[in-house]
């Protein structure tokens, strides 16, 4: 299927499902005023048709983190196919978060939601830097000026992060201007009143407000965006200075009708840099990772390679995101820098075989050099023939040779290129497989499984987004690829296709889970509005048939406990260990805040404290919890959530499933036994539409999705437990001031870190953690609960009290029999059709493929 029909097919398939609910529950509104809503069920049967008459496509964010500088907006702009994103190599672009959303407009159409912070927040954010100043203006010395210039930077004018950004006044006219009225006020300026300043104009009636913007080509996008994403801003000579306030956006969100996003699944989101010296980006990203469905982490081959700090923060990358999802499809390696020029002699890992390619091909390019040396030293010049004006000999074969050397000139190029882009593969396979052992050892070591089996697949793209953005013209700085010149060599168009097929396949899910249920309330309803009468002779048949769906319910309990037993043993264990763990760190918490008091001075200790522990490149909080989750802990975490609940879970879905089987064949064999064949073949019409699994899928994926949420709110670490515990300490610890302050503010942490209270403070991290695992834990056995007591429900109108006594007319039955069968079912037959034909011309052979590198490049085998 064309990239260009799948939005409409996918728009399609969610009008008809929440048409045909809407139609059925006013349906339903209109028999339940007959008074059988009450007894019959109706007023579940409605509720339900007015969630499935509501239906949206479910949209999967892959949130873009990455070290500042990575490329994460030159390859979303490369897989978007437009400049959408702003991309310099010299400074930060992306400060604000910024969503990019499908929606079906025009070609290069596009619109923004720009959505400002609260007042509060940004009330909060100036009191700090206020009271930073403040602390400066009063001190006795002014050695430690940290806090001070950085909140009056980010006042005034916050430079970009970029050292030579910092070197010379022109550079400095870069910087974003919050307050650009303050920038004529020397350094350390006056007392500024708070109040004030949340009143400015510019600022004041941006918090808390929502903006749109629309435009026509993607040329002119990011200038408008600029100011909302960035702290870097062109200041043009002559101009009035203008406040920018990407400090007070919360996020930005970018419509388009983006091929790779025409799924409507999946959303991409750039988020500010990961890992950098700055903790207000690293703190947006943090938290941003609890929600987002898909990690895409961006890093520079080059460094990934190379570089043994940038290996030890990808492994500490793995280690957080394999204990928090066992499913890799929830991360995504994208690793950038393919398009830079490198030579073999570089590559010191080559084998015998793939020296020898590049031999060739070097032998090759010198052959054409010699060549057009050759062609050079021995052609005719122009001077030459115009001495000789009727010598038509010389002219032609001047013409010849100039044929020949463009020719030759030609040659050259496509060798020079190939070689490049073999290189360039070699080097990315290099990487590539040296990334996925770094995976493997880390995988290996949390799990503690048999090193002979492969962990989970991990999608890992080696990619060149400026060549790739250059070759189709998406970006207006147009410089000549530097490596490749087919975009397929780029690795971007096989990633947009990941991307795509990913959000497919998510898309055809959501629908198909939507059918199901859909399925589900028909058959219900169907089976309800076909009852037939009551006959005495019968009697004996649905007593039988209710026993045997009583022993079901007591069989699905006793196998339900066994397994619930299971569950709870290992979560005893990971509670076990983390007490341990959590007791070690508490003995160490008060040498940590020791040295926290050694190496800084007052001014930067309170700026810590009033920021809550996170100011710049420190991080207090996640020094405080460093290692209470690895070793044992890591091991158990891991093989708890992403091992065993999963396959128990599978098994006891299993189990019921066939214990329900066991029920309905056994009710189906009473039937036969019934001298009446009409309602023996009813009975079996009945049995043979009860489907448990339609029932109890949605009850084990929202089981599995509570699990996943809980994980991904935790976030891999206790740091925003502990935040949030110390949080009024903190603010307690700021509030000092005046003589002796620094030596309370370091008494008072001393108190809180002391022997006693640390223990009892960290066993209250693991009793809420565990408090949050086991509400996960219910949670998700209360939507089984559900899905049993609907199933044995079903069970139960279907076929055991298939003949009841009451008052509903003949006329309600037929009406809601016709209505069933041509507005609710062929609607739902219609639709079934759709998806498979989506699916059926949408399967390609990229679906299946395997890169893989070979002595020519990088093939794609089926």
Known sequence: MDLE?????????????????????????????????KDLGFRKWKAEAKKLGNSKPQLRKLAFIGRTGVGKSTAINAILGAP???????????????????????????????????????????????DDLEVYRHGTTHDDSGPAMDAWETLKEESPDCFFCTITWVL??????????????????????????????????????????????????????????TSYTNIVEGETPKSSVWHLVDSVCIYGAFDVLASHAVSLVDVPGFGDANKTRTKRTEEYLKTAEVVVLVADIKRAADDQVMRDYLAKFLRKMIRIDGSMESLLIILTGTDVRINEDQLHYLDAKQRHVIE??????????????????????????????????????????????????????????????????????????????????????????????????????????????????????????????DPKDTGIPQLCRHIHDFGRR?????????????????????????????????????DAARGLVERLKDTVHMTRQTSEDKIYEYMNELEQVLQVEAKNAAEHSLDIIETLGSNYRYQTYRAIMSREGEWRSTDLN??????????????????????????????LIVAIHDHCDVAIQSIKD?????????????????????????????????????????????????KGLLRDELEAHYRDVARESGPGMFRRMKDMNEKEFSPRNARQLYAGLVDEVMSAIRTAITNGEEALDTALTRLYSHL???????????????????????????????????????????????????????????????????
């Open 622 to 651: 996640e020094d405080l919890v460093d290692g209470m989750l690895e070793g044992t802990v890591s091991s158990v975490w891991h093989n708890f959530f992403n091992d065993f609940l999963k396959s128990e879970l599978e098994s």
């Open 172 to 229: 400095m006219m870069l910087r974003v201007q919050v307050y650009p009225h303050l920038r004529a006020i020397s350094f350390p300026p006056p007392h500024q009143d708070i109040n004030v300043l949340l009143e400015q104009e510019v600022v004041g009636s941006k918090l808390g407000t929502e903006e749109q913007m629309h435009g026509a080509g993607f040329d002119n996008i990011e200038l408008q965006l600029r100011p909302y994403l």
């Open 360 to 485: 060739e091909m070097c032998q090759a390019i010198d052959r054409l050099n010699n060549s057009l040396e050759k062609l050079e030293n021995s052609s005719t010049d122009w001077k030459t023939i115009a001495t000789m004006p009727d010598d038509v000999a010389i002219y032609k074969e001047f013409i010849e040779r100039q044929q020949r050397k463009e020719e030759i000139t030609s040659q050259l190029r496509t060798e020079q290129a190939a070689k490049n882009t073999y290189i360039a593969h070699q080097r990315s396979a290099r990487v590539r497989e040296a990334f996925l052992q770094l995976y493997r050892q880390v995988y290996y070591n949390i799990s503690k499984q048999d090193t002979a089996n492969e962990p989970p697949p991990l999608p890992v793209f080696c990619v060149g987004s400026t060549d790739f953005n250059q070759l189709l013209g998406a970006d207006e700085r147009y410089r000549a690829p530097l490596v490749f010149t």
């Open 84 to 130: 959408v994103l702003l991309t310099r190599a010299d400074v930060t672009c992306t400060s604000v978060q910024t969503e990019v959303i499908y929606e079906a407009l025009p070609p290069s159409a596009w619109k923004a939601s720009i959505k400002f912070i609260g007042k509060d927040e940004w009330k909060n954010t100036l009191s700090n830097m206020l």
């Open 796 to 862: 139960e109108r279907s076929f055991v009290y298939i003949q009841k006594d009451d008052i509903m007319s003949k006329d309600t039955r037929k009406k809601m029999r016709i209505f069933l069968e041509e507005e609710y079912k062929k609607p739902l037959a219609e639709l079934t059709t759709i998806i498979d034909r989506c699916k059926e011309r949408n399967t390609t052979p990229v679906d299946s493929e395997v890169t893989t590198i070979t002595d020519q490049g990088v093939s794609m085998v089926q």
């Open 5 to 37: 029909e799948l939005p409409q097919n996918i728009q399609t398939c969610y009008d008809i499902i929440c048409h045909t609910n809407k139609k059925l529950e006013l349906e339903l509104e209109m028999v339940g005023r007959e008074d059988y809503d």
């Open 670 to 718: 009473g039937a036969k036994r019934k001298p009446k064949e009409k309602i023996a073949m009813r009975i079996e019409k009945e049995c043979n539409g009860i489907l448990p699994l339609h029932m109890l899928k949605p009850a084990h994926m929202d089981y599995l999705l509570g699990i996943h949420m809980m994980q991904r709110k935790f976030g891999g670490t206790f």
């Open 506 to 542: 998510n898309t055809f899910s959501d629908i198909d889970a939507f059918v199901h249920r859909c399925t589900v309330l028909h058959k219900e309803t169907n089976s309800f509005f076909f009852r037939l009468k009551r006959d005495p002779k019968l009697t004996a048949y649905e």
